[in-house]
């Protein structure tokens, strides 16, 4: 018997390793910890006192200190908008006091119920010494079983802030939008605080905020990721309006070059009529420059024309290999700002990609043209190698081709079309197909 109970005894000390491990990814998760490897362990030593120390009713010492005590590590050992670093205390220090709370009453009632030990006396060495054996084993378990629900708690925080981390670590929350999740957030923190204050027994009466208290501290960071989705949304839309106010403008311009050429055909008569030779040479040159435009506004998409010239430039300017080959004249069916969001999305999407890579692996090719019925248009670029699916990823992080994507399968759809993503080792394929009208 005293050998399981020295098993279980150090393997206390291992689930008290893996609780504060598991607690420090889980509050990683929410907000990146300092870069510096030294910061990163040695944040370990003051959340060994904070996420470990026990809570009890009528306790204001502990309670009062570890709001401070884990504001200052949160602040000091972690990095991002202050906004931000209050939001991390007020979600994690109700539930740091709430499962610490339950861990230590709730196993010490159920102990006591069942064992029907007496209160424990100890001697001058802090042993317990009216005890038997059984009830010391008994009380061992206990306290290995509280054990292992923190270390399943905390593990099972992990997984849920690693789920939501992409959204969580958005910077495209603004600062009013952190105040007033911050506020909502005090709520339950003043709850905790005022509870674990102002009671003094029937433990049994707590528990049920304590529940309550977790998971509004989860709900909280569900909020979060919401309010970082709708930023993002507002934004990206913000962006397709710019770019497609961009395009109509280059398509006003493009409109304006095309009346000066045919102004121009009225400036011929003129030059014609002069009776010199250097006059109709200039004349005729002329004419022709105005029959190739005449022949192409007529063969091409203008508008698609002026993004795929625009990302061209960009490309160029970038130090990236890009290559276009559109050929198709049944095009207009689609609608300008569908264009816009169809091709300069997949084409801001892999230039973007390219960036990443050294100026001699950069490459996007992009083909469009009808096959039988459909009219099949694919993007293809370099890419690094280990990235995650387009719509998975994100700019602050691994860009590919992230938030883009689904605006196109929105358009796509649109005209009953497909949208298929593919990713190679080093390279990325976006293929649409329309079916023609």
């Known amino acids: 018997?005293?050998?399981?109970?020295a098993f279980l005894d150090n393997f206390n000390y291992v689930q008290g390793a893996a609780h504060i491990l598991l607690a420090y990814l889980a509050i990683a998760a929410f907000i990146p910890p300092r870069r510096s490897w030294i910061l990163r362990l040695l944040v370990l030593l003051p959340l060994l006192s904070i996420v470990r120390i026990p809570v009890y009713l009528d306790d204001p010492w502990n309670i009062t200190l570890l709001l401070p005590a884990f504001g200052l590590c949160v602040f000091i050992f972690f990095t991002g908008k202050w906004e931000k670093k209050l939001a991390a205390v007020l979600i994690f220090y109700p539930m740091i006091v709430a499962v610490n709370f339950l861990q230590y009453s709730v196993f010490s009632d159920l102990f006591f119920a069942m064992s029907h030990a007496p209160s424990s006396v100890r001697d001058q060495t802090g042993r317990i010494i009216n005890w038997s054996r059984e009830v010391l084993l008994m009380s061992t378990v206990f306290y290995f079983l509280s054990n292992t629900v923190q270390v399943l708690f905390w593990a099972g925080v992990w997984l849920f802030m690693r789920r939501n981390r992409k959204q969580i670590a958005s910077e495209e929350i603004g600062r009013k939008t952190w105040l007033i999740a911050d506020v909502m957030m005090l709520v339950s923190t003043i709850a905790i605080f005022t509870t674990m204050l102002f009671i003094t027994q029937a433990n049994y009466i707590v528990y049920p905020l304590c529940v309550a208290v977790i998971l509004v501290s989860l709900v909280s960071v569900l909020l979060v990721a919401y309010m970082s989705r709708s930023e993002q949304t507002a934004r990206e839309a913000q962006r397709l309006a710019l770019q497609f106010a961009y395009y109509e403008e280059k398509l006003k311009?493009?409109?304006?070059?095309?009346?000066?050429?045919?102004d121009m055909k009225n400036h011929l008569l003129l030059l014609?009529?002069?009776?010199?030779?250097?006059?109709?040479?200039?004349?005729?040159?002329l004419r022709q420059q105005i029959a190739d435009y005449e022949d192409y506004i007529r063969t091409g998409?203008?508008?698609?024309?002026?993004?795929?010239?625009d990302k061209a430039r960009q490309a160029k300017e970038n130090q990236v290999d890009f290559s276009a080959t559109v050929h198709f004249e049944q095009g207009g069916f689609l609608e300008l700002k569908d264009i816009s969001t169809i091709f300069g999305?997949?084409?801001?999407?892999?230039?973007?990609?390219?960036?990443?890579?050294?100026?001699?692996?950069?490459?996007?090719?992009?083909?469009?043209?009808?096959?039988?019925?459909?009219?099949?248009?694919?993007?293809?670029n370099n890419c690094l190698p280990g990235g995650e699916e387009g719509?998975?990823?994100?700019?602050?992080?691994?860009?590919?081709?992230?938030?883009?994507i689904r605006n196109i399968r929105q358009a796509v759809e649109k005209y009953a079309g497909q949208c298929l993503v593919r990713r190679g080792k080093d390279c990325f394929q976006l293929k649409i197909l329309l079916p023609l009208p």
């Open 345 to 380: 999305n997949a084409l801001d999407n892999a230039l973007e990609a390219s960036l990443k890579l050294p100026p001699q692996q950069r490459l996007v090719t992009v083909k469009a043209e009808c096959v039988r019925d459909m009219l099949s248009v694919v993007v293809e």
């Open 1 to 5: 018997m005293e050998e399981l109970i």
């Open 391 to 404: 719509e998975k990823t994100s700019k602050e992080d691994k860009f590919l081709h992230g938030f883009g």
């Open 301 to 309: 998409n203008d508008f698609l024309d002026i993004i795929i010239r």
């Open 272 to 285: 014609e009529r002069q009776d010199t030779r250097e006059a109709r040479q200039m004349a005729s040159d």
């Open 253 to 262: 311009a493009e409109e304006k070059v095309r009346r000066l050429y045919h």
